[in-house]
């Protein structure tokens, strides 16, 4: 008896007390939650329910006789049988093949070069790289827009004083590549930023342990900074895919100088805001926007998938 009676007070000491919430505690979490919450009311109010609406928008359908009715998925059969979709989303294929490998390098070899110390005026240096991206992308359109004129621009000009023709910088097969010239521009300096970053949270005694060894530059940066900034380089990948898919301004913008080589289906951004806002359908744009998010999140995978293989084969 006296053995249970001594249990009893034991097990009771050793249960589990229950923390009191002091009001110290309770005005911390008020101004956290204060602090938070206007973020997620923007958010919901301008990313969460416009996304819902434009599904709900995605399948119904405006006709000249009934007015609105619900179509199910077939604004969403449609624009997958729409040659002007498809050869757009081909066509911004293509740009990111070509473009982004471009553009990666270019940052990853500025980044380098500037964790490397090597380069003169290193400040300068980085400022003057990353200082494009700071230009709207309209005005930097309109600039090389300016560049690559016909007429007047200063390349159109010194071809001429030589005796030849136009450079092709508006012509139906040097389109592409000038707005990725544009692109190029604008982004190399962010993505250079991204990775330069990534590279200073390095610890510098792996280099130093790597230079005793006589390695030289670029070893440490094809055997040990590369590789240590594979996650920075993933996600400028990741950055450039949705950005390549969702590229609206250069064409648009590069259409007033060329408008027989730029038509309303460049881009799929570009045709799906010429549906909504020309022609004034926006059910079927809202389902080409919704296959192109779903376009973006496909090959953003892909693109992740692939790297984590490769890591793990590494």
């Known amino acids: 008896?006296?053995?249970?009676?001594?249990?009893?007070?034991?097990?009771?000491?050793?249960?589990?007390?229950?923390?009191?919430?002091?009001?110290?505690?309770?005005?911390?979490?008020?101004?956290?939650?204060?602090?938070?919450?206007?973020?997620?009311?923007?958010?919901?109010?301008?990313?969460?329910?416009?996304?819902?609406?434009?599904?709900?928008?995605?399948?119904?359908?405006?006709?000249?006789?009934?007015?609105?009715?619900?179509?199910?998925?077939?604004?969403?059969?449609?624009?997958?049988?729409?040659?002007?979709?498809?050869?757009?989303?081909?066509?911004?294929?293509?740009?990111?093949?070509?473009?982004?490998?471009?553009?990666?390098?270019?940052?990853?070899?500025?980044?380098?070069?500037?964790d490397s110390g090597t380069m003169k005026l290193a400040k300068f240096s980085r400022l003057a790289i990353f200082v494009p991206y700071a230009v709207p992308g309209v005005v930097a359109t309109l600039m090389w827009g300016y560049l690559y004129g016909p007429d007047f621009g200063p390349f159109a000009q010194i071809t001429r004083e030589l005796g030849l023709g136009p450079p092709p910088f508006l012509t139906r097969t040097g389109m592409l590549f000038s707005i990725m010239n544009i692109v190029n521009w604008e982004f190399i300096g962010y993505n250079m930023i991204i990775i330069y970053a990534a590279l200073r949270s390095l610890p510098a005694e792996l280099y130093e342990a790597a230079r005793v060894d006589?390695?030289?530059?670029?070893?440490?940066?094809?055997?040990?900074?590369?590789?240590?900034?594979?996650?920075?380089?993933?996600?400028?990948?990741?950055?450039?895919?949705?950005?390549?898919?969702?590229?609206?301004?250069?064409?648009?913008?590069?259409?007033?100088l060329a408008p027989t080589v730029i038509g309303t289906a460049y881009t799929p951004n570009l045709y799906a805001y010429n549906i909504a806002f020309v022609n004034q359908d926006a059910n079927y744009a809202a389902a080409i926007a919704f296959l192109l998010g779903i376009v973006i999140v496909i090959v953003s995978y892909i693109v992740q998938l692939s790297a984590q293989r490769r890591e793990r084969r590494s």
């Open 1 to 114: 008896m006296s053995t249970a009676v001594d249990a009893a007070p034991a097990v009771a000491a050793t249960a589990p007390r229950r923390t009191r919430i002091t009001a110290s505690k309770r005005r911390q979490w008020g101004a956290a939650y204060t602090l938070v919450l206007p973020f997620f009311v923007i958010f919901v109010a301008m990313i969460v329910v416009p996304l819902v609406y434009a599904g709900y928008l995605s399948f119904f359908r405006k006709r000249l006789i009934g007015g609105t009715s619900f179509a199910g998925f077939e604004n969403y059969a449609k624009a997958l049988t729409d040659p002007l979709f498809l050869s757009g989303v081909g066509r911004m294929a293509i740009f990111l093949v070509i473009q982004v490998p471009i553009m990666l390098a270019l940052a990853l070899f500025f980044a380098l070069a500037l």
């Open 214 to 256: 006589g390695a030289s530059e670029v070893r440490i940066a094809t055997s040990i900074k590369i590789p240590a900034v594979r996650p920075a380089l993933l996600l400028t990948v990741i950055f450039s895919v949705i950005g390549t898919f969702q590229l609206f301004t250069e064409p648009q913008l590069m259409r007033t």
